[in-house]
């Protein structure tokens, strides 16, 4: 069965850092694409970011230079390094399995809450 | 590439059908048939309903049926039942600029 299960979120102060986890079952992270996706409160989703099979990454442009995607082959695991935190950054932050540009998998989401 | 355009509400009694549309530019749904739509009810994690403008995932109703037509996608849902009342969702490829993916702002279903 293919789950994803997602970490990290939490309450951060503006200009900090924090890295999402999602952790796979059922399928192997580094053989698909994986992609992050958020949804800010009350609001739309807002695509962020994805890392193709073969190690390629793209960001959406609210989040590039300051968010990173990557993944641990061995831990099966993606990530997300989300540095230099904004108040418009916060959000549930879902990660999902891509085929053909479609999501088919999603884990239950972490919220990410920027705030002093 | 902004936010794909769908109408915030639409409303039907159950047995009815209704439609919901996503409209886009000839940059994204025009140009690709690569259009998904999302279910979503309140607290809970997006759930994949049609791909690739009119597929559907195994374990979908055949109540939920997807089309395109030039830059416009549409949802139609037919013989409405209680538990389809949700936020849907529409998304688009958009090629290689970025963003390479690009959603719809939602719609609101509510069953009367």
């Known amino acids: 069965e293919v789950q994803l299960v997602e970490s990290g979120g939490g309450l951060i102060q503006p200009g900090g850092s924090l890295r999402l986890s999602c952790a796979a079952s059922?399928?192997?992270?580094?053989?698909?694409?994986m992609s992050w996706v958020r949804q800010a409160p009350g609001k739309g989703l807002e695509w962020v970011s994805v890392?193709?099979?073969?190690?390629?990454?793209y960001y959406a442009d609210s989040v590039k230079g300051r968010f990173t995607i990557s993944r641990d082959n061995s831990k099966n695991t993606l990530y997300l390094q989300m540095n230099s935190l904004r108040a418009e950054d916060t959000a549930v932050y879902y990660c999902?399995?891509?085929?053909?540009?479609?999501?088919?998998?999603w884990g239950q989401g972490t919220l990410v809450t920027v705030s002093s | 590439q902004s936010a794909l355009t769908q109408p915030a509400s639409v409303s039907g009694s159950p047995g009815q059908s209704i439609t919901i549309s996503c409209t886009g530019t000839?940059?994204?749904?025009?140009?690709?048939?690569?259009v998904s739509w999302y279910q979503q009810h309140p607290g809970k994690a997006p759930k994949l309903m049609i791909y690739?403008?009119?597929k559907r995932p195994s374990g979908v109703s055949n109540r939920f049926s997807g089309s395109k037509s030039g830059n416009t996608a549409s949802l139609t849902i037919s013989g409405l039942q209680a538990e389809d009342e949700a936020d849907y969702y529409c998304?688009?490829?958009?090629?290689?600029?970025?963003?390479?993916?690009?959603f719809g702002g939602g719609t609101k279903l509510t069953v009367l």
């Open positions: 890392i193709y099979s073969g190690g390629s990454t």
């Open positions: 690739e403008v009119s």
């Open positions: 999902a399995r891509e085929t053909a540009v479609a999501y088919g998998y």
């Open positions: 059922g399928f192997t992270v580094s053989s698909n694409y």
């Open positions: 998304c688009s490829y958009a090629g290689s600029s970025t963003p390479g993916v690009v």
């Open positions: 000839s940059s994204d749904v025009g140009s690709y048939n690569l």
